[in-house]
C-alpha cells in the first residue's frame, strides 16, 4: 500500500499523541486535530485522508455531527470513518451506524491492534471502490462478504442469481419456482418473507432480516433488499441477499457486554433498572406493582480477604447457581403465591456483592416474607470453599432487603434505594436475615454514618482517641510482663462509645487501617515515654487487622516509629488472627519474616476458634498462641474447655511457643490454667483496662508472688 494517509480526531491530548506514534510507527501518514473543527479546516486545507478515525465526545461539535457532515459531502460519501467512544451502551452505538460510522472502536484503545483495524478498513474501502467499477470483484467480493443477487420475473419465481446466492439457499440453478426460494425460511419469518416478496409485484420494494435452518440445524441470519423492476424494463424484480450471521453474533455480544455481567451471566445493574423502570410504568402509563429482593453478601469481602478473588469469584458463581436453581423450583407454591407468579421475575448483579431480584405483582406482604425467607433459607448455607477439601465451609452471610411500589418509592431509583438500605441494616446486625424496608430506620442508618463521619475526624485528629493497657501476668509469680494495648474512643457528645461498636463500623467503612496506624504509633511513642520515666512496661501486644497487616507499608511504618522514638523492637508483640494468615499465605509469610528479623514478637490470637491448623504454627514465625477467653470461662467446670485448653498448652510447649490465656476473671480458673502449664494471664482478675497514667501506676507497684496468695 502506498503513502497512506490518517486524519485523528480526539480532544484528549495522550490520545492523539499515543494514536499518532503507533500509527506512524506502522507507515502511515497521520495527522490529527483536537477538535471537529479543527479537522474540517485541515480538509479545507486539502489535506486528503484515507481513513478518519473520529472521537465521539469533544467539546464543541460532537463526533456524531461531525460524522453526518462529512457523509453528506460527496467526497467523503465512502470514506471509511471509525468512531472512538467509551460509550458501550446500545443507544451510543447504534447512533454511531446512523451517523455514517464504518465502525467503531471502544476505549480505551487497543493499541497494538489499532494499526491492524485500520488496515482491515483500508482494504474495506478499496474493495467497495473496487465493486463500484468491476463486475469481476462484484463476484469476487460476493463470495467474502456473503453477498449475492438475484432477479425473479413478474410471478416471483427465480430467473438469475450468483453463485453466492445459490450457496446461502442451497438451492439449484434458475429457474427455480417460488417455494424453492421460502424451503429454508425459518417458520417464524415466512410469512413476512412471503408478504415482502409479494409487495414486489405490486411495485414496492423491501429491506428485511430474516433466518435461514440448514438441514443440520443451524441457523443462518440474512439481511435481502428487494427492487421492483424499472418501469420500461419487463415485469419481476431484482436485489440482493447477505449473510449477515457474524454482524448478528457480533451485535449480540454488544448487547452481552452491555446488558449483563460477565462473571455471573446475570444482567448487569443498567440493564435491570431499564427492566424494572418499565415494569413500573405499567401498561397505558399506570403505575405498576414492583416488589425488590436486594441481597448483599455481608461475608464476600471477608471470603476474598481470606482465600484470593479467584475463590471468591467462583464462590459467587455457585451463589448464583442457588438463586437460578431457587427460581427453577416451586418457588411461587412455597410461598404461597399464584402459579404465575414468576412469569416476570428479573434477577441480576447489582455490584460487587449486591444482587437484584425483582417481582411483579400486588401480593401481601406475608405472601412476600414468606418468598423472602424462603429465598433466604435456600441461599443461606455456607458453601464449600474448595472441592479438595469438602469439610472447609464459609458463609455469605446474606442480607435481604424488600421494598415495594408504590408503597415505598415511585421510581425505580428510590426502590432500589430502600431494599438496599434494608439489605445494609440486615448485614450490620450479622446478616442471614430478611429486613422489609421501614421508613424509622432511615433515622438509624442517617445516625450510623454520622458517628462513622465523626469517627473519621476522630482519627485525623487523635484527640478522641486514647489508649487503654490491660495488663498480662506471669501465671506463676503474677508479676506484669507487659500489656496489650486497646482504643478508646471519647466521643465529644455521646461520651465513651463502646468499642463493639465503633471497630466494626471501622472495619466496614475502611477506617481500620489509619486507625491502626494511629494506634502503632502513639503506643510506641507511650513506650518510649515510660521508659524514659525508669518504667518497664514490658512486651506490649498491638492488634493488627488484615486491612494493615496486608495494605504495605507496615513494617515501614514500625521501622519509622522505632527509629523516631529509640524504642527496642523487643518491646513489641504484633497480634493477628488465623484468618488474617489464610487471606495470602505468601505476602503473610514474607511480613512475618520481616518482623521476625527485627526481633518483633508475633502473637497468634483466638487460637481455637477458628481453623487451629498445626500448619501454620510449624510455616510460620510464631512467638505465642493466645487461647482465647471462650475457653477460659467455665474452665473449672467444663471438662471440655480444660481438655482443650491442656491441649493447646501442650502444642505450645511441644513448640516451644509461650501460651497466654485471656479472658482470666477468677482466682480458680488462674489456678487451673497454672496447673496445666500456661505461661502468661490476662483479663480482669488481674486488671482491667485501663489508661496509660493508671497502667504506670499499675506497673510501679509491688507484686506478691501468685503461689503465695
Known amino acids: 500500500m502506498n503513502e497512506v494517509r490518517v486524519l485523528v480526531v480526539d480532544d484528549e491530548p495522550v490520545t492523539r499523541i499515543i494514536t499518532d506514534k503507533v500509527l506512524q510507527a506502522q507507515g502511515f501518514t497521520v495527522r490529527s486535530a483536537e477538535s471537529a473543527e479543527a479537522a474540517f479546516a485541515l480538509l479545507a486545507d486539502d489535506f486528503r485522508p484515507d481513513l478518519i478515525l473520529l472521537d465521539v465526545v469533544m467539546p464543541g461539535m460532537s463526533g456524531y455531527e461531525a460524522c453526518r457532515r462529512l457523509r453528506a459531502d460527496a467526497r467523503y460519501e465512502h470514506l471509511p470513518i471509525v468512531m472512538l467512544t467509551a460509550l458501550d451502551d446500545q443507544k451510543s452505538i447504534d447512533e454511531a451506524y446512523f451517523s455514517g460510522a464504518t465502525d467503531f472502536i471502544t476505549k480505551p484503545l487497543n493499541m497494538p491492534l489499532l494499526p491492524h483495524r485500520v488496515r482491515h478498513l483500508l482494504r474495506s474501502a478499496m474493495t467497495f471502490q473496487q465493486l463500484m467499477t468491476s463486475r469481476e470483484t462484484l463476484l469476487n467480493t460476493q463470495k467474502l462478504a456473503g453477498l449475492g443477487d438475484w432477479t425473479l420475473d413478474s410471478s416471483g419465481a427465480l430467473l438469475e442469481c450468483s453463485e453466492q446466492f445459490r450457496a446461502l439457499l442451497g438451492i439449484g440453478r434458475p429457474p427455480r419456482p417460488a417455494s424453492a426460494l421460502l424451503a429454508r425460511v425459518h417458520p417464524e419469518d415466512r410469512a413476512r418473507v412471503e408478504a415482502a416478496r409479494a409487495g414486489l409485484r405490486g411495485g414496492a420494494g423491501y429491506e428485511i432480516e430474516y433466518r435461514l435452518v440448514g438441514p443440520d440445524g443451524a441457523v443462518t441470519h440474512l439481511l435481502e433488499v428487494g427492487y421492483p423492476n424499472a ?71 471477608k471470603f476474598a480477604l481470606l482465600f484470593g478473588q479467584a475463590r471468591a469469584d467462583a464462590a459467587l458463581r455457585a451463589f448464583v447457581e442457588r438463586l437460578r436453581r431457587f427460581l427453577a423450583a416451586d418457588a411461587a407454591a412455597l410461598a404461597g403465591l399464584p402459579d404465575d407468579a414468576l412469569a416476570g421475575v428479573g434477577l441480576g448483579r447489582y455490584d460487587e456483592a449486591d444482587f437484584m431480584l425483582s417481582l411483579p405483582g400486588d401480593h401481601s406482604l406475608p405472601a412476600l416474607a414468606r418468598f423472602a425467607e424462603a429465598l433466604l433459607a435456600a441461599i443461606a448455607a455456607p458453601l464449600e470453599v474448595a472441592a479438595d477439601d469438602p469439610g472447609e465451609a464459609f458463609s455469605l452471610a446474606p442480607a ?308 503465695a496468695s
Open 231 to 301: 418501469p420500461d424494463a419487463p415485469p419481476g424484480a431484482h436485489g440482493y441477499t447477505q449473510d449477515i450471521t457474524k454482524r448478528v453474533e457480533v451485535e449480540a455480544q454488544v448487547r452481552r457486554l452491555a446488558w449483563f455481567d460477565p462473571l455471573t451471566g446475570l444482567r448487569n445493574r443498567s440493564r435491570m433498572v431499564e427492566l424494572m423502570a418499565d415494569e413500573m410504568a405499567g401498561p397505558d402509563g399506570a403505575a405498576g406493582v414492583l416488589n425488590l429482593f436486594f441481597v448483599h453478601l455481608t461475608g464476600l469481602r
Open 400 to 707: 435481604i432487603g424488600v421494598s415495594r411500589s408504590p408503597a415505598d418509592a415511585r421510581d425505580v431509583h428510590g426502590l432500589i434505594h430502600c431494599a438496599m438500605r434494608s439489605a445494609i441494616r440486615g448485614a450490620v446486625e450479622g446478616g442471614n436475615r430478611v429486613v422489609f424496608f421501614d421508613p424509622a430506620h432511615e433515622a438509624e442508618l442517617a445516625a450510623r454514618h454520622l458517628l462513622e463521619r465523626q469517627l473519621r475526624v476522630a482519627i485525623d485528629h487523635g484527640d478522641q482517641l486514647e489508649l487503654y493497657f490491660q495488663p498480662k501476668v506471669d501465671a506463676l509469680s503474677g508479676a506484669p510482663v507487659g500489656a496489650e494495648v486497646l482504643l478508646r474512643w471519647q466521643h465529644p457528645e455521646r461520651g465513651m462509645v463502646s468499642p463493639g461498636e465503633f471497630i466494626p463500623l471501622a472495619e466496614q467503612s475502611g477506617l481500620i487501617r489509619p486507625m491502626t496506624d494511629w494506634l502503632l504509633a502513639r503506643a510506641v511513642d507511650q513506650i518510649a515515654a515510660w521508659r524514659a520515666a525508669g518504667l518497664t512496661p514490658g512486651r506490649v501486644s498491638i492488634n493488627m487487622s488484615a486491612h494493615s497487616f496486608y495494605g504495605g507499608g507496615v513494617v515501614r511504618l514500625i521501622d519509622e516509629v522505632l527509629a523516631r522514638t529509640g524504642v527496642p523492637a523487643t518491646q513489641l508483640v504484633v497480634e493477628i488472627t488465623e484468618g488474617t494468615l489464610m487471606h495470602d499465605h505468601v505476602a503473610a509469610l514474607q511480613v512475618l519474616n520481616a518482623l521476625r528479623e527485627r526481633q518483633i514478637g508475633i502473637s497468634l490470637d483466638d487460637f481455637g476458634t477458628g481453623y487451629s491448623s498445626l500448619g501454620y504454627l510449624q510455616r510460620f514465625p510464631i512467638d505465642e498462641i493466645k487461647v482465647d477467653r471462650s475457653f477460659v470461662t467455665d474452665l473449672d467446670s467444663n471438662p471440655g474447655n480444660q481438655a482443650l485448653v491442656s491441649a493447646i498448652v501442650g502444642l505450645g510447649r511441644a513448640l516451644g511457643l509461650a501460651v497466654v490465656a485471656e479472658g482470666v476473671e477468677t482466682e480458680a480458673q488462674a489456678g487451673h490454667l497454672r496447673r496445666l502449664g500456661c505461661h502468661i494471664l490476662q483479663g480482669f482478675l488481674y486488671g482491667r483496662p485501663m489508661p496509660a497514667a493508671d497502667f504506670a501506676t499499675y506497673i510501679a507497684r509491688p507484686f506478691r508472688s501468685a503461689s
